[in-house]
Structure formats: C-alpha cells, structure tokens
C-alpha cells in the first residue's frame, strides 16, 4: 500500500490532501475522503471568471477593423466565447465574401478548392483559438496548424503524424454533442488568436480577409500574414498571459508556435459606430454557460445538463458512474502535456458511450479545453463503431465500401473480432503507413498520399463532408444547445457515429468479459494522457486481451493499443 499526497489547485487555491492506495493507481482501494474534500472546496472564495461584455466584443471588433484600415485591408472579424458561442461577426466594406480552400491537395478532391464564406473562416478561426485555451495554455490557429499534419514538426521527414491529426473534423456546426459548432471545424489558419480578461481565457477572435483558407505548411518562414497581426491587435487589453502561450509550451521536446507577430503599433482605435462596414450577426455578451457544476470521486469539474449521466443498452448507471469516476480520480493526479505551470495535473473531459454510441456520462475537469468536450465523445465513438461485428456493414451500407475493402485487403475484418482503440484506429488512418514512415503507403482508411491534404484525410472528412458544406440552415444558425425542439442535423448518415469520427487516441472499448458494453473517450492534454486516463476508466472493463488490436499486424507492423507516458503521475 501507498500513501499518496495529492495536490490540487482550483482556481489559484493549492489543495493537499493524503489517500491511501494500492502501488498501482488503476487499482485504488482507499478513500479519497470525497465529502472533506468538496466541503473545503465550496468553503473557499472562489472569484467566478467574468466572460465578455457587449462592450468587450465591441472593443475587440473595433480594435481589429481600425488595424485592418491602418493596413489598407479589408476583413471579416469574428468573435467567440470560450465555448465557441458566436459574439458577433463584422464584414468592412469591400472585403472577399468568400475564400477558398487550398493547402497541397489537388482540387476538387476532399474540401480542396471549395470556395466558403469568409465569415465561416473568421468564425471558426476565432472559435478555434477560444475552445482550445485555458487558464493554463493558449493555443491559436497557428497552433492547431503544427499538430494536425502528416508530420509532428510539420516539414520533418520520417516522424509521426501530428498529436492531434484529424482534429479539424471536430466541433462541427452538425454536431450533437459540441455546445455551439464551428461552420469549418477547428481551424489551422492563422489569424485566430484567444482572448483573455484578467488571466481568464474567455473567448478568441479571428480575422479571414486574403482569400485563401489554409494551414501553415512550413513553421520556419516567420510568414507574418495580415490576417494575424489584425488579431493581434484586436487583443490589445485583451492579451493571454506569456507564460502559458504555446511558445512555453514543449510536447516531445519541440515547442508549439503562438503566432509569429508580437504586439503590433497601436492604432487610433475607430468608434464602433463609425467602422466601415457592418455586423452580419448580433453583437452580444457571452451567453450563461453551458456548464454546471459537478463532482465525481471526489474530483470537481462540470457537467452539462444536456447529457446527465444515465444507463446504457447494456451499462448500468452504477457502471457509467464507476467508469468516469476512476477516470477522473486518475486524471487528478496524471502530470499534464501542454499546462502551465510544469508540475501541473491534467484538466480533460471524460465521456461515456454506450454500444449504439449513445452518450450516457460527460464530466469535464475544471478549466479543462473546451474542445476536449466534442472530441472526447468522438473518440469513444469511433472506438466502439469500429469494434462493433456490423460496422464493415454499415459503413458499406452507407457509400463507404472502398475503406471496407481496402482494410480487408490488409487483414481487417470489420466484424467484431478486434477491439480498436482510437490510437489503433488512427494508425490506420494516416497517409503513411506505419505512421510518418516516407516512402510507405497510405493507411487503409486514409488518402493516398498523392492525393492528401489538411483537407483530404479520407473516411473521416468523407463521412461529413456533405453536412460540412451543405448544413441544413438551422444547424449553422443555432447553437446545438438552443435548437433542441429542431430537426436533428447529423453529420453523419450512420446513427451510431453523429458527430463523425476522431482518429487520434485516447479512446479504449469497453467490455463485461467478452461482451462489448461501449466506450470511454478522454480529451484534453497530451495524447498519450489521455490514454492513460482513459484505461484507467476501462480498467473495470477492459477489453480481453486477445481481441486487443495489438494483437494484430498489418504489413508486417503491429498495430499499437494504448500508450502511456513516462512518470505518469504527479508525486
């Protein structure tokens, strides 16, 4: 037995607190004296974040289009909330109504070429920038660019796809689970920078103006492109915290870029009255949250009332309880990838599916990413899809032959004979395979390589393609959370995958011996956290060993399950 001291910081308040466990931790026996805890916690003065005003939403548009008129420019700026809620879109006189989609892809295959609404560009670059910054980290487009190619650097032959590779899919307008979808996704063009109000991240803005949407395909030019020095200076008064930028930030030795303008010469800042151009959504504060408060194993974090924790098809609540519960007593204690300071524990979201993809249990970690709270659900999803005995079928059955086909070839049998984690799945999914390797072949469910892009990655960006760019009209005017009496707008047209799929791990199948129950999909640091956090979950309910998917080799390669980082856990 080991007497652990847990530390615990909430809100700026450092907790300790001594629980007795087994030397493993997946296998806790003691008490985290849950009450004690939770009592301490509502018993400290905790200053509540202040989110933006109508007058702050103004100030940053007017901020950003005085910079633009400096430039001779002409933009379209968005501004989001933390939560990708849209704050209030502004078009200047005489900028592009559209851009283009354009990175290395050939036209017209996956979204290369696609012209779309600048305004869809702005929104999702600053909702981009909002979703993915905490108290802890700040994270841009500029950001999202480095870790979704085809190589973690971009540009750097021979190593592996990017951490979050095939996170743009993500946070769709379509989606069910994600609080306000983005009209593009998450975004990998600069120009979406995140907004701070005393050290508190409470939103992002973005601003699309040349033309072209994009990612940065080569990290070493210091391209300083308009559209990022206008965000940069929208968010004068509005800056986040130096020491939690990206560029403090190092995942497997490389440091992740901010943006690669410092704070630009103010500018005369025009009225908002007088800007030249006009508002094409309402400009508003930001909405109450989606959030409530919530605790599980003694953790406090949030949930939405949107998804109360409930049974499955053939998971308990008790179980679903037991699941997230585990998770995020592990989380707790799990050394996070990408917060500030170092020696920080881990802030994700947790999520729950049942055998249907049914989502029956959501808990978020304070401050944790709010992009974690699509994804998580997207990964346990995908996870338990792929496992399933009918999913070669339904993928089939809905126009997606070709990836049953090409797996096949490759020795994947899509009929429940193999457990797939998300990490698994992703390895399949890359443009070279095994991952990063040059000179290979693409992945069963990928883009050739002659043929990939950003925007091309194969099955993933195929099944939602078609919501992506032809979204019924209620589901890109209505945040998901106030269009619960609409028509359903799924991304997909395979009910057990509606908010599409994510190809990147932390995401294990479930089981009670031999039989699949569901999911357990984790988001929100570093990859190889999150699958730490996430067998912690399935522990109870982990997959027979022989069905693991690293049983199993394709070319010669054996495919991976789960990976755990060095010293996991915060001492």
Known sequence: MTNLLIHLTIEGYRIKFKSTMDSNPFNKKGTFFAGFLILLIFALPVTAQTGLSLADVRTI?????????????????????????????????????????????????????????SLFASHSKAGT?????????????????????????????????????????????????????????????????????????????????????TVDRDPNDNDQPFEEIIAAAATRGFESPPAIRADNILVEGIRLPFANVGDPPSETVIPFASLPGFAVSLIRAAPPSDFVPAVFNGVPGQMSTRFPTTAGATLSVAEVQQILGDAAAIANITRAAIRQPIGSNARVTIAVVDINGKTVGIFRQLDAPVFGFD??????????????????????????????????????????????????????????????????????????????????VGLQLDLVKGA???????????????????????????????????????????????????????SGDGIDQDDFIAAAGANSFAPPMELRSDRIFVRGVRLPFLKFPARPTLP
Request: charged share 15%; net charge positive; with cysteine.
């Open 375 to 456: 994804v998580a659900v997207q990964k346990a999803r995908t996870s338990v899809f792929f496992t399933r005995p009918d999913s070669g079928v339904k993928l089939q059955a809905a126009g997606f032959g070709n990836y049953v086909a090409r797996a096949s070839a490759d020795g994947i049998n899509l009929t429940g004979g193999i457990a797939f984690s998300d990490r698994a799945l992703g390895f399949l999914h890359r443009p070279l395979f095994p991952d990063g390797i040059n000179g290979t072949d693409a992945g069963p469910f990928s883009a050739l390589l002659a043929d990939w892009s950003p925007f091309n």
């Open 468 to 522: 992506l760019l032809n979204p019924p009209m209620n589901c890109i005017k209505f945040a998901r959370s106030k269009r619960s009496m609409l028509p359903p707008c799924p991304c997909t047209n395979i009910p057990e995958i509606p908010n599409g799929i994510q190809i990147f791990a932390g995401a294990t199948p479930i089981y009670r011996g031999s039989i699949l129950l569901g999911a357990i999909g984790v």
């Open 129 to 213: 920038a909002g979703v993915f910054s905490t108290t802890a980290n700040a994270f841009t487009t500029r950001t999202a660019s480095f870790i979704i190619q085809e190589h973690f650097p971009p540009g750097v032959d021979n190593r592996p796809g990017g951490p979050l590779y095939g996170v743009q899919f993500s946070t769709l307008s379509c989606s069910d689970i994600a609080i306000a979808g983005l009209p593009l996704g998450l975004s990998g063009d600069p120009g979406g920078i995140p907004v701070y109000k005393n050290g508190m991240a409470v939103g992002g803005v973005g601003v699309e103006g040349d033309g072209i949407y």
């Open 61 to 117: 548009i007017a901020q950003a289009v005085s910079k633009a008129v400096a430039l001779n420019k002409r933009v379209t700026v968005s501004v989001t909330d933390q939560e990708g809620n849209l704050l209030g879109t502004f078009v200047m006189a005489g900028s592009p109504s559209m851009t283009r989609i354009q990175s290395v892809g050939r036209a017209p295959l996956g979204l290369e070429g696609e012209l779309v609404p």
